[in-house]
């Protein structure tokens, strides 16, 4: 009995790091905490920095329905603070805000995926949504940008355009998982969405092979020439998009795939080296991509509480003020997943950048 024990327990070291080396041989790093978020924060998500400085942080709050979607602001100083309560769709009585980022105006959008909840009152009614401020901060103005969305995951706003992953395209005829980006111009109000190829704002499709995970497009970004990358969930690979001057696209490839150390795609950013960091949902991992396409595993957590600091199903990760800063989604479980179930405290890691 003590021999299957032992077996069993070096198992899991090599299954989730805890030898704190990536097969790399490198020696992985150990997130330590940033910060707990208060009880009306249970599920934190998407994350942009504001035109002040501030980071704010989206809160779905899908692990406490009854607990109002909001907007949490973070100051350098690691003062906490609800900003607004995200506006409700009226059909559904709910707000799901996930993806977000800031324009050059100082305008959030926000992926409001009405869909994640499993809901069927909000199956399709998605929406990419545009809240409009006051020089105060104070939310002035809701625009619905798009509208019966099926999954909208992701947002970047470049040159005018607006960016969305979206996870699901259920309606796309396909063997396996269709999603895709949609683009919108930032004065675009009130497009209705049919989720198949129809849709002129479809920008680009991808299919997801794996067939134990089929979930797509999530995690998006821009390097600094403009060229647009995203991950694709399930194949745990990552897509580079480029796009011409008038924003059609060029070619769409796989740029980095180890499925050694990186398996699945959640939220992602680029540091100003161009190095890009991959929140890897399934395994409680951070993945460093460099200029070149190649990957590598920085830190590893087994299942656990994120009291510690530890990688509690990293969902986004985001580069501020010379940290990797880390929210920590702790709610989805599954076969693929190492996190067993949701659970106190509600917490965000981070990480020293690598630079080299």
């Not at 905490?33 to 924060?41: G, H, K, S």
């Not at 989720?195 to 979930?215: C, F, G, S």
């Given at each position: 009995m003590k021999t299957t024990f032992l077996l069993i327990g070096l198992f899991l070291c090599l299954l989730i790091g805890c030898c704190s080396e990536g097969q790399t041989g490198k020696k992985l790093q150990?997130?330590?905490?940033?910060?707990?978020?208060?009880?009306?924060?249970?599920?934190?998500?998407?994350?942009?920095?504001?035109?002040?400085?501030?980071?704010?942080?989206?809160c779905p709050n899908f692990a406490n329905p009854a607990t109002p979607a909001c907007l949490m602001r973070i100051t350098p100083d690691k003062q906490i603070s609800k900003w607004i309560d995200v506006p409700v769709l009226a059909e559904t009585g709910v707000a799901c805000p996930m993806g977000i980022a800031f324009n050059e105006k100082g305008e959030l959008y926000i992926c409001d995926n009405q869909g994640w909840s499993g809901s069927e009152q909000g199956r399709g009614k998605g929406r990419l949504l545009k809240l409009v401020f006051d020089s105060q901060g104070m939310l002035q103005e809701t625009i619905t940008v798009a509208c019966q969305m099926e999954h909208p995951n992701g947002v970047r706003v470049r040159n005018g355009k607006v960016y969305v992953t979206q996870s699901l395209l259920s309606a796309i005829p396909s063997d396996c998982l269709v999603s895709g980006v949609y683009c919108f111009n930032e004065g675009d109000c009130g497009i209705a969405i049919t989720n198949t190829l129809e849709d002129k704002n479809l920008l680009v499709t991808v299919t997801t092979r794996n067939p134990q995970v089929q979930y797509g497009l999530d995690g998006i970004v821009f390097d600094k020439a403009g060229n647009l990358y995203v991950g694709n969930f399930g194949d745990g690979a990552i897509h580079k998009i480029v796009l011409d001057e008038e924003g059609k696209v060029v070619s769409n490839t796989v740029w980095a795939q180890d499925s050694t150390q990186l398996t699945t795609t959640d939220g992602m950013c680029m540091d100003e080296e161009g190095n890009m960091y991959v929140a890897d949902f399934s395994v409680n991992a951070i993945a460093r991509i460099t200029p070149d396409g190649k990957v590598a595993r920085i830190a590893q957590s087994p299942d656990c509480d994120g009291s510690n600091g530890g990688l509690d199903q990293p969902g986004e990760p985001i580069v501020w003020n010379g940290k990797l800063i880390v929210s920590c989604?702790?709610?989805?479980?599954?076969?693929?997943?190492?996190?067993?179930?949701?659970?106190?405290?509600?917490t965000l890691a981070q990480l020293e950048l690598e630079n080299q």
């Amino acid at each position: 009995m003590k021999t299957t024990f032992l077996l069993i327990g070096l198992f899991l070291c090599l299954l989730i790091g805890c030898c704190s080396e990536g097969q790399t041989g490198k020696k992985l790093q150990v997130s330590t905490l940033f910060m707990e978020l208060p009880e009306i924060c249970p599920t934190p998500d998407g994350m942009a920095i504001a035109p002040d400085g501030n980071l704010i942080v989206a809160c779905p709050n899908f692990a406490n329905p009854a607990t109002p979607a909001c907007l949490m602001r973070i100051t350098p100083d690691k003062q906490i603070s609800k900003w607004i309560d995200v506006p409700v769709l009226a059909e559904t009585g709910v707000a799901c805000p996930m993806g977000i980022a800031f324009n050059e105006k100082g305008e959030l959008y926000i992926c409001d995926n009405q869909g994640w909840s499993g809901s069927e009152q909000g199956r399709g009614k998605g929406r990419l949504l545009k809240l409009v401020f006051d020089s105060q901060g104070m939310l002035q103005e809701t625009i619905t940008v798009a509208c019966q969305m099926e999954h909208p995951n992701g947002v970047r706003v470049r040159n005018g355009k607006v960016y969305v992953t979206q996870s699901l395209l259920s309606a796309i005829p396909s063997d396996c998982l269709v999603s895709g980006v949609y683009c919108f111009n930032e004065g675009d109000c009130g497009i209705a969405i049919t989720n198949t190829l129809e849709d002129k704002n479809l920008l680009v499709t991808v299919t997801t092979r794996n067939p134990q995970v089929q979930y797509g497009l999530d995690g998006i970004v821009f390097d600094k020439a403009g060229n647009l990358y995203v991950g694709n969930f399930g194949d745990g690979a990552i897509h580079k998009i480029v796009l011409d001057e008038e924003g059609k696209v060029v070619s769409n490839t796989v740029w980095a795939q180890d499925s050694t150390q990186l398996t699945t795609t959640d939220g992602m950013c680029m540091d100003e080296e161009g190095n890009m960091y991959v929140a890897d949902f399934s395994v409680n991992a951070i993945a460093r991509i460099t200029p070149d396409g190649k990957v590598a595993r920085i830190a590893q957590s087994p299942d656990c509480d994120g009291s510690n600091g530890g990688l509690d199903q990293p969902g986004e990760p985001i580069v501020w003020n010379g940290k990797l800063i880390v929210s920590c989604f702790d709610i989805v479980t599954g076969p693929d997943k190492v996190n067993a179930g949701h659970d106190k405290p509600y917490t965000l890691a981070q990480l020293e950048l690598e630079n080299q």
